[in-house]
């Protein structure tokens, strides 16, 4: 579907914050509906387990194609659990947080 | 039945494309070209479109920008290396509005199976990245 510019701009700013417990990294290609709805998703998990527990970090692959092959990206959208380890792999329809913590075994973390 | 499009003028990667996809309820059609690709998404419209960047004649830019003018839904996947000189040119579609996924090339037959029940059945893929890894 067509999107506005604006809509495929703007990404949220990542944000990496060394100290939480995990971390996410969630690669897309702009805002396409599975890249929104994969976003929303994780922003929606992250207001659960608060932002102080878990941070995502958003790249742009069409950006930042460098980062998509060092982490082996095969196609957006794609998320990883960067920590804890070991890395751990998502890729597809994101669309819920119990997919994302099932998926990525976040489980032992959510409490 | 969901149907797939791929365009790509390698014969072989159009094959491959084939031998992951025939056997799980889709039907494929593929096309060398990206008129020839066109041809076939007006005729027949697909559900979802692998679609190779760099093709000689009309090249993956200009035929996605045209697939868009008959099937602005489709989901694409515009497969390609991930380059950054390959991927310039799709910042300036993006830039005009068009929307489309990624995927790197080449693709094994699992990522592409992956892709397609992504896409098209709403499933996702879960693995730890290094047994992922000692499968490629």
Redesign the interface.
Known sequence: MWMKPADIIDLPRTHNNAATEILLRLYVTGRTESAARAIATLSTLQQELGAHKISVEIIDVLEDPIAAMNDDVYATPTVFRIKPGPIRRLFGNISSPEMVVAGLQLADNRD | MKRILVIDDDDAVRDSFVAALECRDYVISSAGSGLAGLESAKSDRPDLVFLDLKMPGMNGVETLAKL?DCC??V?V?IVTG???EF?EP??EL???????????KP??LS?IR??A???LS?????????E??RHH
């Open positions: 868009r602005p839904d989901p996947y991930f380059h950054a991927l799709l910042k993006r830039a005009r509005g068009a929307a489309f996924d990624l995927a790197r693709l094994t990522e992956a892709i029940a992504s896409a709403q499933k996702s893929e879960a693995v730890n990245v290094d992922a890894s």
